[in-house]
C-alpha cells in the first residue's frame, strides 16, 4: 500500500542557506502534518493543513513556510539555515479535519546544517 | 508548555515480565490519548487511541482523569515489543494538533 513520502531523505545545507522538504501524502489524504525532532528531543509540532488551508500551527519558526498544493502535497522552506535547525523533519496525513486520530508517517527528512 | 509527559526514556524487562509506561498529561478540556510506537527501521504508527478501548498486540490503556494520566500497560512482555513508543495528545484550535511525549525506549530482555 502507498504510504506518505518525503523527499528527500537525506540533506546537508551550510548555515544561511535554504532548504525545501517534501512531503507526499498517501492518496486521498487530505491533512498535512509537520513535525520537528532534534537530536534526543520529542517531536515538535511544527504546523498542519487541512484542504490546503492551514489548519493549526505550532512552534514554527519565521524563517520557515509551508503550504499544501492542489495535489495535497505539501513543501516546508526553511531559510536562514540555523545550527539548531539540524533535526530529523516528519510528515504525516491523515484523511479529514476531524479524523480517527491515527497519523500515518513519513520515514522523515534528515536535514544536517553545517 | 509541555503537554504529554513520559518520565522514562528506557525501561527494560526480562520476557514474560509485566510493563507499564507512563504518561502524563496537561489538557484543559476533554482529551483524545494515543499511543504510537516504531519499532526499529519502521515508521511511527499508531498502536491504540483511549477513545476505542481496545488491547492491541496485548497492550492496553486506560484514560484516567483524575490522575492526567494514560499509561501503556501488558502483562507479558515480548521480545518483539522492544520499540520506542510515544504518547500523543491531540488539541488545537481545529484539532489538528497532535502532541507527542519524548518517548520512552522499551527493551525487552529474552
Known amino acids: 500500500a502507498a504510504g506518505v513520502i518525503q523527499s528527500p531523505r537525506h540533506l546537508i545545507k551550510e548555515k544561511r542557506e535554504t532548504a525545501t522538504l517534501k512531503c507526499y501524502p498517501i492518496p486521498r489524504h487530505d491533512t498535512v502534518y509537520w513535525y520537528q525532532q532534534g537530536p534526543g528531543q520529542d517531536p515538535q509540532f511544527l504546523i498542519s493543513?487541512?484542504?490546503?488551508?492551514?489548519?493549526d500551527k505550532g512552534s514554527i519558526p519565521d524563517r520557515f513556510s509551508a503550504q499544501q498544493f492542489s495535489d495535497y502535497h505539501s513543501e516546508l522552506n526553511m531559510s536562514s539555515l540555523e545550527l539548531g535547525d539540524s533535526a530529523l523533519y516528519f510528515c504525516a496525513s491523515s484523511l479529514g479535519s476531524r479524523n480517527t486520530g491515527e497519523l500515518f508517517f513519513g520515514e522523515g527528512s534528515r536535514l544536517t546544517v553545517l | 508548555a509541555q503537554r504529554v509527559t513520559q518520565p522514562e526514556k528506557l525501561l527494560s524487562v526480562f520476557k514474560g515480565a509485566p510493563v507499564e509506561l507512563k504518561c502524563n498529561y496537561s489538557y484543559s478540556g476533554s482529551p483524545e490519548l494515543f499511543w504510537y510506537v516504531q519499532y526499529s527501521r519502521q515508521r511511527l504508527q499508531l498502536l491504540l487511541r483511549?477513545?476505542s478501548r481496545e488491547s492491541i498486540k496485548g497492550f492496553t490503556a486506560d484514560l484516567n482523569k483524575g490522575e492526567t494520566s494514560f499509561h501503556l500497560k501488558k502483562p507479558f512482555a515480548q521480545e518483539e515489543d522492544s520499540a520506542m513508543y510515544y504518547c500523543?495528545?491531540?488539541?488545537?484550535?481545529?484539532?489538528?494538533?497532535?502532541?507527542f511525549g519524548s518517548g520512552t525506549k522499551l527493551n525487552v530482555k529474552p
Open positions: 500523543a495528545l491531540r488539541g488545537g484550535y481545529n484539532f489538528n494538533k497532535f502532541y
Open positions: 483511549h477513545i
Open positions: 493543513f487541512y484542504e490546503k488551508m492551514q489548519s
